[in-house]
């Protein structure tokens, strides 16, 4: 059963801030600032019961942001209800000054506010101080509050979606994770070069394996699921509460996080927030912790006789060096254009071992697609011994940055008179689609690929490949993504 804790109204406190008296039986004029330690403000429930409100509160600026600072009332002077967190995040939509330094005392006014992404209407809130009046030093140099114990009942796969709401802008600090979801990539396009994007997703232990790898069930999501029509009942997935986000980047100065699946994080500290729809633990830049190499796979298992490799890869964005006049593109360098074919043609030898169909995404033309496959024949490294002579088919999309989508088929003689794979025909799909949701156009297709090729994948003479495209855009704006679909039917041999 999945639960979510819905807002509740919470009793405000009746403690006094120095020089600011609270007159507890006078009406709440949501104009006037009231003067409201942290927990108040936040409350026993998802939504604070003073949203709306102008308030003044106080507390230690435990972590700083891009947009804003984290502040907490110093140990010992909070409600000590396990239900109200004492920890609270102001926004300013800039770096802050040099008023909010960690250690300072803060004396900070502003509005109450609950705050979800405009693309995520329906994720979790994170309550906040907004449209700050001031903000004034009370002392500096102040003992951060001690973190908090993640409890390990609040990631499990039966807990409550909210579980981690009563520490939200918190000090916390983790024994060890296990990364489930590996770092991402910041590509510079010019350069073509990259570096971790600093954000990981990981589940509480020392290691994983197929009893607790968090898997993406079917059904809606759990806080867009909404009520389905009368009579009907649909799928819901619970979003894997067990999961937490881990983001190094958030806090400046913290250590950058590049870390893989079965990656392991031992006593991590930083700030409870919130973001791409789950909690999240702001890595501070000091901090104790520890990192651990997990297991790294041994790449793609050698074949049976008949047995076919099929693989779909996202190139992310790979153009040439050559600048098209008419469109606005990166243009990178020849070197680093050469330099990332030979990363990916190393991949496909070594780990990879050589699948004879390659569904691509990504590619800027079928030039690069044959860039591609002239890099895996000709490294001089010689990584790839055997020949895979791919031959590039590459259809011409509607992506409005030009990227396209293509094949790269195995042309290597299987018997010494036919190729590997023979082409035999390709079709282009829903090229032109002009329906509201493109984005979810796209991934119905693509994983209709998924099960296609996965209804083939004994030994057989021929099959389906599918490869499916939409643009970046598509989660930002809906009318400029245009996904596109193609099928292309082989024959193996």
Not at 303 to 314: A, H, I, S, T
Not at 480 to 485: E, G, T, Y
Request: charged letters at 20%; glycine letters at 8%.
């Amino acid at each position: 059963m999945f639960r979510i804790r819905l807002a509740a109204p919470a009793l405000l406190s009746v403690a006094l801030f120095a020089a600011m008296p609270v007159h507890a039986a006078k009406p709440v004029d949501r104009a006037e600032s009231v003067a409201a330690p942290i927990h108040a403000i936040q409350g026993s429930g998802l939504a604070s019961p003073l949203t709306g409100s102008t308030v003044v509160t106080e507390g230690i600026v435990t972590a700083r942001t891009v947009d804003g600072y984290f502040i907490q009332a110093p140990d010992g002077t909070g409600d000590d209800l396990a239900e109200t967190s004492e920890g609270l995040f102001v926004y300013l939509g800039s770096p802050p000054g040099a008023a909010a330094t960690v250690g300072n005392q803060l004396r900070v006014t502003g509005t109450v506010a609950e705050f979800r992404p405009a693309l995520q209407p329906h994720q979790l809130p994170l309550t906040r101080l907004e449209a700050v009046t001031a903000q004034i030093v009370l002392a500096t140099a102040q003992p951060l509050p001690a973190p908090r114990v993640l409890p390990p009942d609040s990631l499990t796969p039966e807990s409550d979606v909210a579980a981690l709401e009563r520490l939200e802008g918190m000090r916390v600090s983790v024994a060890e994770l296990v990364v489930v979801g590996a770092a991402g990539a910041v590509i510079d396009e010019t350069t073509l070069t990259a570096q971790s994007d600093g954000v990981v997703h990981a589940i509480l232990g020392s290691d994983v394996d197929a009893r607790n790898l968090p898997l993406r069930e079917p059904g809606l999501p759990l806080l867009d699921a909404g009520t389905p029509p009368a009579g009907k009942t649909l799928p819901v997935f619970d979003g894997n509460p067990q999961v937490l986000r881990v983001d190094s980047r958030a806090q400046p100065g913290a250590p950058l996080l590049d870390l893989g699946y079965d990656d392991r994080i031992i006593n991590a500290v930083g700030v409870l927030g919130q973001a791409g729809g789950r909690y999240s633990l702001l890595i501070d830049p000091v901090s104790p912790m520890q990192l651990a190499n997990g297991y790294r796979g041994e790449g793609a298992f050698s074949q049976r006789p008949g047995e076919v490799k099929l693989l779909w890869l996202d190139l992310g964005r790979l153009f040439d060096a050559s600048d098209d006049p008419t469109r606005a593109e990166p243009v990178p360098s020849p070197a680093g254009y050469q330099a990332r074919l030979a990363k990916l043609a190393k991949g496909l030898c070594t780990f990879l071992a050589n699948p004879e169909i390659i569904a691509v995404s990504g590619a800027e033309n079928v030039q690069v697609l044959r860039d591609l496959a002239a890099a895996v024949e000709t490294n001089p490294t010689t990584y790839c011994p055997a020949p895979a002579q791919y031959q590039a088919v590459l259809v011409e999309g509607q992506d409005p940055s030009g990227l396209d989508i293509g094949f790269l088929l195995m042309g290597a003689l299987a018997d010494g008179v036919r190729p590997r794979v023979e082409r035999l025909e390709t079709e282009q799909i829903a090229a032109g689609d002009t329906s509201e949701d493109k984005a979810m156009i796209g991934n119905v297709l693509r994983l209709l690929s998924e099960r296609m090729v996965s209804a083939n994948s004994k030994p057989f003479m021929s099959g389906i490949s599918m490869s499916v495209s939409t643009t970046s855009k598509a989660w930002f704006d809906r009318s400029a993504a245009r996904p596109s679909c193609a099928l292309t039917a082989v024959r193996t041999l």
